[in-house]
């Protein structure tokens, strides 16, 4: 991501200093000046004229790390030898691993695992391919697919850079809903391709992830697999922000006393994941949805080269609203951010209905900063773990995934996704609803037990569930 993070680090320079040139208070003096903060010491090698230590130095923000560095290369007498930080350590060799369940410890084990006890398990799930559910790991992987293409707030980066990102999505499929899940990049951005790899790949996996995959193209990649495969496809970076924001916006209107159907709704940012935020409200019932984007509002009636805003055009702004955002705003009771930061201003946020709702999830910095917000806004929440409130898509896909595969569900309907955000809102009781704590945090460990339960019951009202009832409970890992 690029900048600062809003999160502090520990990074680790390994110092040769010769003892003569420079004294350790010099060195400790040039880390301070360049905004670092030494957390310990620790002596790596001693001889007679230098000595090697390790010096752990907490930063507020990457970028001084750059800066200490070039203040220590300058010195006379000090030699930097190596720079890592805590970061960079958790990724040496990769975040996940693959472990047997059971160890093989004789040559009986190894006829029952492999050959020849394994080929009648082979021919069982021949003559019965729905056995690949309960008898390969297919009952509990998920492939997290990705080409590379929208990776966080960077872009376009390709997918070798994009493992970093689907190793750490699988660790929190793992952790928070104990879903197997693994990291496949691909090596092509071709819409055709990159269907066909993930058709091929499929039998292997009970669902697929679709992760930072750029619009539109992200959009026929998702129906196209939804329609050819038989498990479930899930687009995160759209439905899994969609499903989050919704649980988050059922309790802000809760706290300030307004009905969701009621509001007016404007929506910044019609890309991927603005488009289906929209398509989860409308589902919700709120009739009154603006989307504006950078030209201005999308309005029935006009040509638009994009075919997703001709339909979002078709579908939304029944007032026929127009203009640049800060027309389009007055009097909305809800702002909701997926663009870029600092495109709403103070003033935009007064033209707002009373008691204000903003959700400005542009990540790293959002649509407004809470700070200048506060004074006109009722109810906030941002992309960030640093400000209250934060919409993560980590309250939805480990809950989801979880319930899918429990009851082996061959998609994912909008019931499923109105069910999931309905069942985190849920988490927040309303003793503890106010305007700072409107969403769970991400480590509530009621989340994933209510989703996954939530999404359960939606497949079966859906018809998508193949399990028979009530043995899903039987399916876990």
Known sequence: MAGSTGADTNIILRLEMHKESVTFGQIATAISDAGGDIMAIDVYRVGKTTSTRDITVNVADPAQTDEIVGKLEKMNGVKVINVSDQTFLMHLGGKIETTPKQPIKNRNDLSRVYTPGVARVCLAIHEDRSKAHTLTI????????????AVLGLGNIGPEAAMPVMEGKAMLFKQMAGVDAFPICLDTQDTEEIIRTIKAIAPAFGGINLEDISSPRCFEI??????????????????????VLLAGLLNAVKVVGKKLTDCKVVVCGIGAAGIACTKILLAAGVRNVVGVDRAGALVRGEAYDNPAWQWYAEHTNPHLVRGPLSEAIGGADVFIGLSGPKVLTAVDVRNMAPDPIVFAMANPTPEILPEEAEPYVRVMA??????PNQINNVLCFPGMFRGVLDCRASKITERMKLAAAHAIASVVTEDELNELYIIPSVFNSNVVDKVKSA??????????????????MAAKP
């Open 455 to 472: 999404v359960i019951k939606a497949a079966y009202e859906s018809g998508v569930a193949r399990r028979r009832k009530g043995r899903e």
């Open 382 to 387: 941002t992309g960030r773990s640093d400000y």
């Open 138 to 149: 297919k009952r509990n992987t998920v492939a997290v697919v990705s080409d590379g293409t």
């Open 222 to 243: 998702e129906e196209r697999l939804m329609n050819e495969l038989d498990i479930p496809v899930f687009h995160d970076d759209q439905h899994g922000t969609a499903v």
